[in-house]
């Protein structure tokens, strides 16, 4: 497996030979208490199991199937939780930004941009990410191949961005089904960049459920260890206490109880990969 690039996140280093890092938190900001009880959860695994973990959750879900669907309590009241949790935790925070307008104020408490999925081309909104001087997680469009993915990567870079992380989270297959395809994973480590493997919206099936979408949580799991057997340097996990009351992609959450085994297990199959 060749080494990607590595970052420095904080006091510690993610990619190159690091050990795999973990990406989690619920969907979208739901309330303070459901934000705060998944991000103590993430810290003691992160002590646990010694792996670093950046906490995610949304401000504002922007592409809802819905009009009517819940989308989070916004840019202001987000950051403001987002920075609570950074403040009790110490964990590193991710969230999504859709817009120009966002970067601005949540690059002062975010530690990564996350460009989402259906905006991984838009040119004004990779601009404006690449010159705030974070680290930024992309998604890659259900849309796009994995060689695609090296245009979206030289757009960063023209705008000095070097910070660059790809998340792959499957692509469209048909009609209202996604495919993780694992030869994604080896193509675009060509990029350099860190390489990460969403096991959530892998699951999901867009649009299924008619104004929302579904999913089989049942498959984060194995995915999630097909990535690992690959080798990736990180995992992109959502998780709720209770996906099935869940305000967003419930049925594509990890029960947060189930998370620590899960880490565990995909930490072991790494130890495994490396070595062969």
């Known amino acids: 497996m060749s080494l990607s690039r590595q970052i420095k996140i904080g006091d510690s280093v993610i990619g190159g030979d690091a050990f795999p890092f973990l990406i989690a938190g619920p969907c979208v900001i739901e309330s303070k208490e459901i934000t705060l009880e998944c991000a103590e959860v993430l810290k003691q695994i992160s002590l646990d199991l010694k792996i670093n973990i950046i906490f995610k959750s949304s401000f504002d879900k922007a592409n809802r199937s819905s009009s009517s669907s819940y989308r989070g309590p916004g840019l202001k009241k987000g950051m403001q939780i987002l920075s609570e949790v950074k403040q009790k935790t ?38 404006s990410a690449a010159e705030c001087g974070k680290i930024i997680n ?19 870079e023209t705008y000095g961005c070097h910070d660059v992380l790809i998340t792959e989270r499957g692509t469209t297959f048909g009609y209202n089904d996604l495919v993780s395809d694992m030869r994604a994973i080896v193509k675009m480590r060509e990029t350099g960049c860190p390489i990460i493997f969403d096991a959530s919206h892998s699951v999901q099936s867009p649009g299924s459920m008619g104004n929302k979408s579904g999913g089989d949580r049942d498959m984060i799991f194995p995915l999630a260890r097909a990535a690992a057997a690959v080798g990736v340097d990180g995992f992109f996990i959502e998780c709720h206490p209770s996906p099935e009351n869940a305000l967003s992609d419930g049925p594509s959450m990890l029960r947060l109880e189930d998370l620590y085994e899960v880490t565990k297990t995909l930490l072991a199959i790494d130890n495994i990969s490396r070595n062969l």
């Not at 859709?98 to 990779?126: C, G, K, N, W, Y």
């Not at 998604?139 to 757009?155: A, C, E, M, R, T």
């Open 90 to 127: 110490g964990l590193p925070i991710l969230s999504d930004v859709h817009s120009v307008s966002d970067v601005a104020h949540s690059s002062e408490v975010l530690d990564v941009l996350q460009i989402p999925a259906f905006l991984s081309r838009q040119t004004d909104l990779i601009k």
């Open 138 to 156: 992309v998604k890659k469009g259900q849309f796009l191949s994995p060689s695609d993915i090296k245009n979206v990567v030289l757009k960063f």
